[in-house]
């Protein structure tokens, strides 16, 4: 499916806590229907900037746009209905279930002339499905291990059914096969559904592999956005995370695969050298 024109954009952003600013003139673009990946080292900007487009950290200057209006003027509502946020960290409220809470994903949905119906009941369980938490429904989530809670935050955000979802370090607390069935559902979302997501990683190769679109960051700046086979050079990877490489074809899925240059071994001494 290709691109189409941003649905969300930030122009001009100033990006700060309280008085240490993050980045100054900002401008990024998320092409609709695509899968976005945000890259860069810690400490770059990456979370703040996501914040920032998801409308939970307000720009000390410029705008963020969403379907061309500013999003800090558009009705709560609205915005959720049209975005969903997986934050980096996310705290359950006491004595609540898996069921119940990715229930909550629903409320968007809900009004004085709409309540709970047999469609809210069916996006929940086939989110929950999605993520394999189906059977933790009736467990408190206080009670699970890190990795099923992160899945349980996605299953509410997959609930709340919006066309653009953004996922800050998703793959976060989860072991590698969870983390590319996670990046899989997050593929089948882009490719089946025509979702708009927005993810912020920190394994480069993963990113590579599954981004339609990236955005390279560093030090509160974009060095460089577009698909991954243009934007994964050496020379790209050495800017961004001051690691020298070599860039190869990876062998299953065709993408740029980034291989950090072996480091010099100083030769072994014979035994009994002086």
């Known amino acids: ?53 998801a409308r939970t950290l307000r ?26 946020l ?10 609540i279930t898996v069921g119940e809470l990715v229930s909550r994903g629903r409320y968007p949905h809900q009004g004085l002339l709409r309540q709970w119906s047999e469609q809210d009941e069916r996006v929940v369980q086939e989110s929950m499905a999605a993520t ?50 996670l990046l899989d559902l997050c593929a089948r979302l882009h490719e089946d559904q025509g979702r708009t997501l927005v993810a912020v990683l920190h394994d480069l190769n993963q990113a590579a592999r599954y981004a339609t679109h990236l ?4 030090d509160g700046a974009v060095l460089a956005a577009g698909p991954p086979q243009e934007v994964v050079t050496a020379e790209l990877v050495e800017q961004v995370f001051r690691l020298p490489c070599r860039i190869v074809e990876d062998p299953e899925s065709g993408t740029p695969l980034v291989v950090p240059l072996a480091r010099r071994r100083t030769p072994a001494r014979a035994v009994g050298a002086k």
């Not at 499916?1 to 952003?13: I, V």
């Not at 999003?71 to 915005?79: G, S």
């Not at 989530?141 to 979802?165: C, K, N």
């Open 1 to 53: 499916m290709t691109p189409q024109a941003a649905r969300l954009e930030g122009r001009g952003l100033t990006l700060a806590y309280e008085k240490r600013t993050i980045a100054e003139n900002l401008s990024v673009a998320v092409p609709d229907r695509s899968f976005t990946v945000i890259i860069g080292p810690n400490a770059c900007g990456k979370s703040t900037l996501l914040r920032a487009l």
């Open 59 to 84: 720009p000390t200057s410029g705008q963020v746009l969403l379907d061309g209006a500013d999003i800090a003027r558009l009705p709560a509502k609205h915005v959720a209905r049209t975005l969903g």
């Open 86 to 95: 997986l934050p980096q960290s996310s705290v359950a409220p006491d004595g």
């Open 215 to 218: 955005i390279a960051m560093r």
């Open 132 to 181: 394999g938490v189906g059977e933790l429904a009736e467990r408190m989530v206080d009670e699970l291990s890190g990795g099923q809670r992160q899945r349980v935050w996605i299953a509410m955000a997959l609930a709340q059914e919006t066309p653009l979802l953004l996922l800050d370090e998703p793959t976060t607390y989860l072991d590698i096969a969870h983390q590319v069935e």
